[in-house]
Nanobody
């Protein structure tokens, strides 16, 4: 079992920035962020492997940056130039060889 603790969500105006953090209680492989807006399915935002390879949803490329600190078992999501359509609950995801784990979610609200 992997426990994930997220932080950093909140309310921000359009064009603003937020930084999300997610810490795992042990070493994991690929980590990432997903989001779910009301009435919509959960979607990938960005992922990063333990080696630092990244993958982004087209809608956030150039605005969001995912990084990780393997020594701290922590993944970050720097979100810049936020838009109202980025409003969602953001979930941290972490994978081991056998399982995939989810955080509790953190709300990000972008006002216009």
């Amino acid at each position: 079992q992997v426990q994930l603790v997220e932080s950093g969500g909140g309310l921000v105006q359009a064009g603003g920035s937020l930084r999300l953090s997610c810490t795992a209680d042990r070493t994991t492989r690929t980590m990432g962020w997903y989001r779910q807006a009301p009435g919509k399915q959960r979607e990938l935002v960005a992922t990063i492997t333990s080696g630092g390879s990244t993958n982004y949803a087209y809608s956030v490329k150039g605005r969001f940056t995912i990084t990780r600190d393997n020594a701290k078992n922590t993944v970050y999501l720097q979100m810049n130039s936020l838009k109202p359509e980025d409003t969602a609950v953001y979930y941290c995801n972490a994978n081991t060889v056998f399982n995939s784990y989810w955080g509790q979610g953190t709300q990000v609200t972008v006002s216009s």
